[in-house]
């Protein structure tokens, strides 16, 4: 008998099967693999540096999140903004706005629903205002130009109420004229930017005239209005504000401990400064939250010059902040339109510019004539 040694059929086969299981390691594997060969060498050689990067972030996230909307006046002031808002939509404010704006958009011969994410927006927030507008707007008949036209003048007015009332606290305590900045910085460019952009950015826009347009006034009981309002600002709180800004600046304390945060911030207050715009609460309005900006200036508007506070109010009072404009916008607004998502998201990118120019104007000339 032969004294080779051969292999039974039954190994063969379990040979290949297992070949045949293995199977190639993905790329975010590696990395992985490479992040938690990093980890082991720093908890081997440098064992506080994790422990330190945490610290930091944390003491990043916590005086906002904590002091700030839990504990402090802006979390209240947020859900008493609510209640506000959707009491005046209760009793007709919303429909009120839409009777004066839709005219004036058939004056201009532009297709009347434009103006609706717009007013819509002041009481509501930009997501809503997406949802609820994208629909009518297809149903309306209006072009791909019109509905572009739509979401940059949505971009020119708050996205929620609260930013609106935390604002005119600090316009209040900064001795400007409140009257005048409200008519001319928010009621004001909901007519000239749809005018400005039709005619030289957005061309193709008709005349025509909405046969059905919905109402917005809700028709519940006062009580049930409050108490779903008062649930609706603890939800907006607790469940969209908060997180947002404890995820923003999560990613600005990783930021700062890299060294990256603090070069990037000083450059960003500078140039807002250099265009009459508070710096501090402009960089919140563009990074974080204008309502968290708004909160923080009515606590130092009376020290603060009443050209910086209007500028940076006008900035916040706007589709801001950039998670909104290339986040929420175009993926709201491609599913609810005609529009994809880049044609979306360069409309508001155009609203917002004209937004800061507006703030810089209003900063700049009509700040003298009203302090």
Do not use: C
Not at 289 to 309: F, N, R
Request: hydrophobic letters at 55%.
């Amino acid at each position: 008998m032969s004294s080779t040694s051969i292999r039974p059929p039954a190994a063969q086969e379990t040979g290949r099967s297992a070949s045949a299981l293995k199977r190639p390691i993905d790329r975010i594997e590696m990395v992985g693999l490479s992040l938690l060969g990093l980890g082991l060498l720093t908890l081997f050689f440098f064992p506080n540096v994790l422990a330190k990067g945490f610290d930091i972030i944390l003491n990043n996230v916590k005086p906002v999140v904590v002091d700030v909307f839990l504990t402090g006046d802006v979390g209240i002031a947020v859900i008493i903004s609510v209640i506000i808002g959707r009491l005046l939509e209760r009793l007709g404010f919303t429909d009120a706005m839409m009777r004066v704006f839709m005219p004036v958009m058939r004056v201009m011969k532009i297709n009347p629903a434009v103006i609706i994410p717009s007013v819509y927006n002041i009481f509501g927030d930009i997501n809503a205002a997406g949802r609820i507008s994208g629909p009518i707007l297809k149903q309306a008949g209006t072009t791909r130009d019109e509905q572009k036209l739509a979401v940059a003048t949505m971009v020119q007015s708050q996205q929620s109420f609260s930013t609106f009332m935390l604002g005119m606290l600090a316009l209040g305590y900064a001795g400007v004229n409140i009257f005048a900045i409200v008519i001319i910085g928010i009621f004001g460019p909901l007519v000239i930017a749809p005018y400005l952009l039709s005619r030289t950015i957005y061309r193709d826009y008709r005349q025509q005239d909405v046969a059905d347009t919905p109402k917005f006034t809700p028709t519940d009981d006062f009580v049930a209005v409050l108490f779903r309002s008062a649930r609706e600002g603890v939800e907006l709180l607790l469940l969209i504000l908060i997180p947002a800004v404890a995820l923003v600046y999560f990613v600005i304390g990783i930021a700062d401990y890299a060294g990256l945060w603090q070069p990037f911030s000083t450059w960003m207050e500078g140039a807002l400064l250099a265009i009459n715009i508070h710096p501090e609460t402009g960089v919140l309005s563009i990074i974080v939250s204008p309502t968290l900006a708004m909160g923080k200036l009515q606590e130092i508007a009376s020290t603060v010059d009443p050209s910086l506070v209007v500028g940076s109010f006008i900035l916040a009072s706007s589709g801001l902040p950039f998670s909104a404009v290339f986040g929420q916008i175009p993926v709201v607004w491609a599913e609810n339109s005609d529009l994809n998502e880049k044609e979306a998201m360069f409309a508001a990118v155009v609203g917002i510019g004209m937004r800061i120019v507006t703030a810089v104007l209003l900063a700049i000339f009509l700040t003298p004539l009203i302090t």
